[in-house]
């Protein structure tokens, strides 16, 4: 068996992938692969029918927002917001987390003014500052709700749901992880590779109350409200992806929901972060009130082991653990579908080399 604590592209259900690999040959007893099925047949359509639908149950969203399922994963979406909601001489609020927050910054800048409402770049964002103020002038407000990279989570929305300006989130990496009032959200972008499905294609959800009051020309392929007047299929989708989105949502919604993918998640982390705190041969990276219950990064006290300890996970089948080359150190990433067996299989293992090297 292996373990895969990868990022992204990242762990999904074992049945999803069994459900996918028939379609790859036969979707439902057509005679087709879902490689090869028309996009607006009958067929497709109610693929992408039921992975919208289900995406508003989960999330509980009501009718002013809208689903789509577009190309470019999250990166687009960093220009893509920006041309759709902010004007050249107006101003968006952001908040600086992390490596993602500052792609997003970069992106929104070209296209009106952006004010970084707060920064963690002094502690290389190892933290989130909590004490900033978003003036109400702001088109709109910002957020990466999860950092993959540095392993930091907003875990208290109430100072964004009362912000009091619309509010824009990247949730890539903890999108359905957790309860949220989903419908406080103007904007929600988040790459599929992570919890929803395979790399390819980007979840939005959007109110649609905030489009069309921007005054530059909108190319049509980045202009939200044409991908809902055309129901995510401006253009060819991608199938596949959007196909394993939908296997993942009902997998999600099979066994209990966002609520449930809380309690286990909250339970996984607790386990790992515990095993990191009792191990005085690692030490985790983040303030603890800010630790990420997605990606948990953490070093080793002595350098020198960093490769022997990477070494004895390979050995033992426990994949990518290996930190971002911009932090260092280890990161595990517990996604929905990482059950809790693994993450016991990796922390009964730092308490063995601990133990070893102690």
Known sequence: MVYNFNSGPSILPKEVFEEASKAIIDFNGTGLSILEIGHRTTLFQAV????????????????????LFLHGGASTQFFQVPMNLLNENEVAAYTDTGIWATKAIKEAKQFGHVDIVCSAKDKNYSYLPKDFAVAQTSKYLHLTTNETIGGVQWQDMTPFYEAGVPLVADMSSDILSRKLNFNKFDLIYAGAQKNLGAAGVNLVVVNKNILGKVNRTIPSM?????????????????????????????????????EVMEKLNEEKSALLYNTIDALPLFTPTVAKEDRSKMNVVFIIKEAALEKEFLELCKKENIVGIKGHRTVGGFRASLYNAMPLSSVQVLCDLMKEFAVKKG
């Not at 039921?50 to 508003?56: P, Q």
Request: one cysteine or more; glycine letters at 6%.
């Open 48 to 67: 992408m029918d039921e992975a919208i639908a289900l995406t508003k149950e989960l999330m509980q969203l009501d009718s002013d927002h809208e689903v």
């Open 222 to 258: 980045l202009d939200y409200r044409i991908h809902i007047d055309n129901g995510s299929m401006l253009n060819t989708p991608p199938v596949f992806a959007v196909y394993v989105c939908m296997l993942t949502l009902r997998w999600l919604k099979k066994n209990g929901g966002v």
